[in-house]
Structures are given as structure tokens and as C-alpha cells.
């Protein structure tokens, strides 16, 4: 790595997109993607849109609890 690097050619913002959408990365702990992906082989779905249905219910159930 250099001591000291040239920025004075830089352009700010060059590269942001205020409409750009950022997909995180989540990691299950090994038993949870078991079940996840056993239960989205079940039902010939995506294993994403099984972690969402999940996530969904339990933020209903929790409103429900609050």
C-alpha cells in the first residue's frame, strides 16, 4: 500500500446512484438454511422468498404481541 495517494483528479459522486437498490448478503447459521432450503425444495420455491415469507410472519406476529 502507498504512503500517500493523488486524489486531486478525483471526481465526487462519480460512480452514485441515488435510485440504486444495495442487496445484503444474510448468512444462516447452518440448521436454519437446512430447514430453509428443505422447506423451499418442498414447496418449488425460491429459498429467498421462503426467508421472507418467514420474516413477514413473524413481524406480524410481533406487531400483534407489541
Not at 445484503?24 to 414447496?43: G, H, R, S, T
Not at 420455491?45 to 406476529?61: C, E, G, T, W, Y
Request: hydrophobic share 40%; net charge positive; aromatic share 10%.
Amino acid at each position: 500500500m502507498k504512503e500517500e495517494y493523488d486524489f486531486s483528479k478525483a471526481e465526487r459522486g462519480k460512480f452514485y446512484r441515488p435510485d440504486a437498490t444495495l442487496n445484503i448478503p444474510i448468512y444462516l447459521e447452518p440448521e436454519n438454511f437446512v430447514f430453509v432450503e428443505k422447506l423451499a425444495k418442498k414447496k418449488r420455491a425460491d429459498m429467498s422468498k421462503i426467508v421472507n415469507d418467514l420474516i413477514r410472519s413473524d413481524i406480524q406476529m410481533a406487531r400483534l404481541l407489541a
